[in-house]
Every structure is written in structure tokens, then in C-alpha cells.
């Protein structure tokens, strides 16, 4: 099977601007979750997405948003960027059956640079 | 909330030597943890995980880990280290009976000596 895919792997944009980044989870798995790591905070969760709805939030900004097509490929979308937003943005997904676990299988991120 | 303490930012071993890796978590329950490590531009994986039975947990390339409730912590371990192993190691927490969101420690780089 082919793995997490996230494009596209770098990317630079300017304060203010606004940048949608995509994931392809792996074939088959419904749920797609965000992490945003940098140095100073770490990896920290952003959202998941199980067919086409948010299940969880992390403590984001509501400058953070995504959505889940019904091929279950995702999206975020971070709108007026900020400096701090500048990170590696993973992508992870899992056949994200309910209340049980599901292995997590990650991409291999969007690194953001905000100028 | 859970949260997860690693105490070493950076750790230096000879190829050969063993390696412990320190993980704290502070949980009211009994967590559910993992070990993940994520190479220069690689996404992260899993190690191993723990959620209940032996203690001694055996993850893949040679890794092993240890749940000690006493000393609320999970430490990751393997007896002879490679040049390969040569990564950022993440020690994680998640609760049961949710969606098992992990929370991420700040992570452990490993450099490995010739």
C-alpha cells in the first residue's frame, strides 16, 4: 500500500497570506488527523477528520481549519498567516474505527515557512 | 489533563553502547503510551506502544520499553545501538475510551558516535 502522501513538501509564503496544504491518507483509512511540530511547542494536535466530519480539535486559532472529501483525502487551511505559523505540518491517518485504538501512519509533512 | 515529560533534549552514544531513553507522563488513569521516532524529513513511527498485560513491551527495530507505574514512567530501551538509529525519539500519552489523540512529548534527538 502506498503510504501517507502530503503535498506540497515546502512552501513559503508572506504575513497575511493564506495557504491550504493536502493529504492523501493511506487507501482504505477513514480518519485523517493534523499535528503542527516547531522547536518551541513541540508536536501539538490540530484536528482529526472521520468521513468528512470533525471529530476532535486541538487548542487552535479559528485561523486553523480542514476538511475531509468523501475520497477521504484532507485538507487545512491556515488563513491570515502569522510568523509563528511557520512549521512542518503532518498529516496521519488510520482506519479510524471508534473506540479503539488505530495505529496512526504518518506523512512526511509540509514544512511551512512563513516570511 | 495528560502531559509528557523528557527530561534529556539530546542524548550521545557510541555505536555499540546501549541507550535508555527517559519518558514521564502524568495521567490519573492508566495511560495508554507509545514510543515514535521520526528521521530527518520522515513523518513519525511507531515504535511500540503500551496499554495493558507485561510491562516489558518489544517494539520493531530491536526497541523495548518498560511501563512503570510507581515511577510514572515509560522508558525506551535497546541493548546496542546502530549508526541507523540516529533520529528524534517521541514519547506519547493518550487516554482510553476516547479517540486516543496522542499528546507528545518534546522529544529526545540521538546521536550516535562511530
Known amino acids: 500500500k502506498a503510504g501517507v502522501t502530503q503535498t506540497p513538501r515546502y512552501l513559503i509564503k508572506t504575513r497575511g497570506q493564506q495557504v491550504t496544504l493536502s493529504c492523501s491518507p493511506i487507501?482504505?483509512?477513514?480518519?485523517v488527523s493534523w499535528y503542527q511540530q516547531t522547536p518551541g511547542q513541540g508536536l501539538q494536535f490540530l484536528f482529526e477528520?472521520?468521513?468528512?466530519?470533525?471529530?476532535n480539535k486541538g487548542n487552535f486559532p479559528g485561523r486553523f481549519s480542514g476538511r475531509q472529501f468523501s475520497n477521504s483525502r484532507s485538507e487545512m487551511n491556515v488563513s491570515t498567516l502569522e510568523l509563528g505559523d511557520s512549521a512542518l505540518y503532518l498529516c496521519?491517518?488510520?482506519?479510524?474505527?471508534?473506540?479503539?485504538?488505530?495505529?496512526?501512519?504518518f506523512g512526511p509533512g509540509t514544512r511551512l515557512t512563513v516570511l | 489533563a495528560q502531559s509528557v515529560t523528557q527530561p534529556d533534549i539530546h542524548i550521545t552514544v557510541s555505536e555499540g553502547a546501549s541507550l535508555e531513553l527517559r519518558c514521564n507522563y502524568s495521567y490519573g488513569a492508566t495511560p495508554y503510551l507509545f514510543w515514535y521516532v521520526q528521521s530527518p524529513g520522515q513523518g513519525l513511527q511507531l515504535l511500540l506502544k503500551y496499554f495493558s498485560g507485561d510491562t516489558l513491551v518489544q517494539g520493531i527495530k530491536g526497541f523495548e520499553a518498560e511501563f512503570k507505574r510507581s515511577q510514572s514512567s515509560f522508558n525506551l530501551r535497546k541493548p546496542s545501538v546502530h549508526w541507523s538509529d540516529a533520529a528524534e525519539y517521541f514519547c506519547?500519552?493518550?487516554?482510553?475510551?476516547?479517540?486516543?489523540?496522542?499528546?507528545f512529548g518534546r522529544g529526545t534527538s540521538l546521536i550516535v558516535h562511530p
Open positions: 506519547a500519552v493518550a487516554t482510553s475510551g476516547g479517540s486516543y489523540i496522542p499528546t
Open positions: 487507501s482504505g483509512h477513514r480518519s
Open positions: 496521519a491517518s488510520s482506519s479510524g474505527q471508534g473506540g479503539t485504538y488505530n495505529e496512526q501512519f
Open positions: 477528520y472521520f468521513s468528512e466530519t470533525q471529530r
